[in-house]
């Protein structure tokens, strides 16, 4: 694990719901977050302490994402990346004259938005730290991160190098429904549309192995780790 402090993301985002879900799933990934429930906050935040990176949103009350990155590119060099739910090529434009070094368009999927934040990141200079966070703990199931090691009630589990992938995907997001042609393609770079009978069996194999309470069927939508 580095000794540096991993990479800080400000993520400014008025809906709840939405600014909850991102932080815990860029927390998963390694990176530390701090959160702002509007523009205004969101620019005390910043001048307070300055991120390695701002994530916002365009539609923000009191100041939105395009003021708020004129303000802190007025300010700072630190690279910005904007969400929107609007795909307008307009919005693109303005956002990124206002100094925006990249956009994302909701609804996004987390593992884009984690390589869109990393790829910013470079191309800024900055490589990214990322801390595994040490041992997530899933009722009697622990993942060790950095030891790339999962042990159920204390005792080391063997997984193949698929059933650890899949199982690290349905860490990053516990709680989370994941489709079958997201982990189709997330585990085995498969395109949508895809045979999904492979993640049935993968799915049905690492149940064996850490419990098969652990990983829950949303009949009609996919599946989800349990927290």
Request: overall charge negative; proline content about 5%.
């Amino acid at each position: 694990m580095s000794s540096e402090p991993a990479t800080e993301v400000l993520l400014v985002e008025d809906d709840a719901v939405i600014r909850e879900a991102t932080q815990l799933a860029l927390e998963r990934y390694g990176f530390r977050v701090r959160t702002a429930p509007d523009g205004l906050v969101g620019l005390e935040s910043f001048t307070a302490a300055a991120p390695d990176i701002a994530v916002l949103d365009i539609m923000l009350p009191h100041l939105d994402g395009i003021s708020l990155c004129r303000r802190i590119r007025d300010a700072s060099a630190v690279p910005v990346l904007l969400l929107s739910a609007r795909s307008d090529p307009l919005d693109v434009v303005q956002g990124l004259e206002a100094g925006a070094d990249d956009y994302v368009t909701k609804p996004f999927d987390t593992q884009v938005l984690v390589a869109r934040i990393r790829a910013v990141l470079r191309r800024s200079g900055v490589e990214p730290v990322t801390d595994p966070g040490g041992v997530e703990v899933f009722g009697g199931l622990e993942i060790d991160r950095a030891a790339m090691e999962v042990r159920r009630e204390g005792e080391l589990l063997s997984l193949t190098p698929t059933e650890s992938r899949l199982l690290l995907e349905f860490a990053a997001e516990p709680g989370i429904v994941l489709s079958r042609d997201t982990l189709l393609r997330r585990v085995w770079d498969y395109p949508a549309g895809g045979d999904t009978r492979v993640v049935d069996v993968h799915v049905q194999r690492l149940r064996a192995k850490i419990g098969k309470e652990r990983i829950e069927t949303v009949r009609g939508f996919g599946y989800k780790l349990r927290r």
